[in-house]
């Protein structure tokens, strides 16, 4: 795409609504391949094309919603006596709705999806996807690297499912650089994500469930430059950072709340491809920095401080009677946000990256001396 003033656009977004359900799939490719080939032009235009796109989503998502809760409550609301709003129009007019925002839902998630694919960026991320932010299944990876007419040297490392492949390379980098065999190499030497062969480590994990070790084939190879998201590409000091121009980087901050609201709509009206829809794609996004805040918040190290000389350190520190502060945000909220909050306060707690950091250390604290969440 050269040119975001595209002729016809408008129609393809009518067949995306109203199209028939093969058509409607068809639209719905072409749309996020439009808007995922930009040509040289437009590349430095990515923020603006994002937002164009999951604006028109979210404005299309959000009047479907309104149309049908309005007709709920007008069905709810309409005397005994009354015919406003029959059984057959009011199924009629949900299924309408419902398929457009599940139609809708899609698009999101295969165009986020198609950026934010490690395997397409091979960067590190510093803000992962809800889905991927917590530690996976810890298992065993074997990295073999092929020495001809020598044996093959392995390396273990310790990982969990969650981890991508690019944190993955920028470990293997670590070892091979510390070991005395590879001191002669450059500094610019990398992990070649062309060479690696993955046999378990893929973009959702789907096999490692099933396994307790698995093994990747690696090369070393010297270059001028460093190799993209090699640990060479930044400071030994950096953690990564998220890719840029991600579509998940200018999410809308009102998109997760209406998105639970999207998910508690379908569990509402029993439709189960809306709320998994929905759920599916706040795991594709990074957690909601609101919820991050009220959790972080909610679970700080309470101070404590005892008159009595004689009170040891643990009877200072011990639970908190009171947990209402945290309690309340799992508390008189819809179910959907109770899930979304438990998956966010699990990320926290155990996040796939960082898992040794001081803040996280501070928040597991909290959160125990808080008194959790109770069951």
């Known amino acids: 795409m050269n040119d975001v003033g595209l002729i016809g656009l408008d129609y393809l977004w009518r067949v995306i609504l109203f199209g028939s359900d093969p058509v409607a799939e068809k639209a719905i490719h072409l749309l996020k391949e439009t808007y ?29 919603h309104d149309t049908l809760r309005a007709y709920i409550i007008q069905q709810q609301q ?6 406003l709003v029959t059984e057959k129009d009011f199924a009629n007019r949900s299924r309408q709705e419902t398929t457009r925002m599940c139609r809708l839902l899609k698009l999101l998630q295969e165009y986020v999806n198609d950026y934010d694919c490690e395997f397409q960026m091979r960067e590190e991320r510093t803000l992962l996807p809800l889905g991927r932010a917590h530690r996976g299944k810890c298992f065993t990876l074997v990295v073999r690297f092929p020495n001809q007419g020598r ?31 590879t001191a002669a190499l450059s500094a610019t030497a990398g992990v070649n994500a062309s060479l690696i062969q993955s046999q378990v480590v893929g973009h959702q994990q789907p096999t490692v469930q099933q396994q307790q070790s698995g093994m990747l084939t690696a090369k070393l190879s010297q270059s001028n430059t460093a190799v993209a998201g090699s640990p060479d590409s930044s400071s030994d000091s950096s953690t990564g950072g998220s890719p840029q121009h991600a579509p998940s980087s200018y999410q809308d901050k009102r998109i997760n709340p209406f998105l639970c609201q999207l998910a508690d709509l379908g569990s509402q009206l029993q439709h189960a491809q809306l709320r ?51 309690e309340s945000i799992f508390i008189a909220a819809s179910p959907s946000t109770i899930l979304y909050h438990l998956e966010v306060a699990y990320s926290l707690l155990m996040p796939a990256n960082l898992s040794a950091s001081e803040k996280t250390s501070e928040f597991q604290l909290g959160f125990i001396l808080r008194g959790g969440i109770p069951l």
């Open 36 to 64: 995922t080939s930009l040509g040289p032009r437009l590349v430095n235009n990515q923020v603006e094309i994002h937002e164009d796109l999951i604006g028109s989503c979210s404005d299309r998502l959000r009047a479907s």
């Open 78 to 83: 309409q005397q005994p006596h009354e015919a």
């Open 151 to 181: 044996q093959p040297e392995d390396i273990e490392i310790w990982t969990h499912s969650n981890e991508t492949l690019a944190t993955v390379r920028r470990r293997i980098m670590a070892r091979v650089k510390s070991t005395n065999q």
């Open 276 to 326: 998994d829809a929905a759920r599916n794609l706040l795991r594709q996004l990074p957690a909601d920095p609101q919820a991050i805040e009220r959790l972080v918040a909610a679970s700080q190290i309470p101070l404590v401080v005892s008159s009595s000389p004689t009170v040891t350190s643990s009877e200072e520190t011990g639970p908190i009677q009171s947990p209402s502060e945290l």
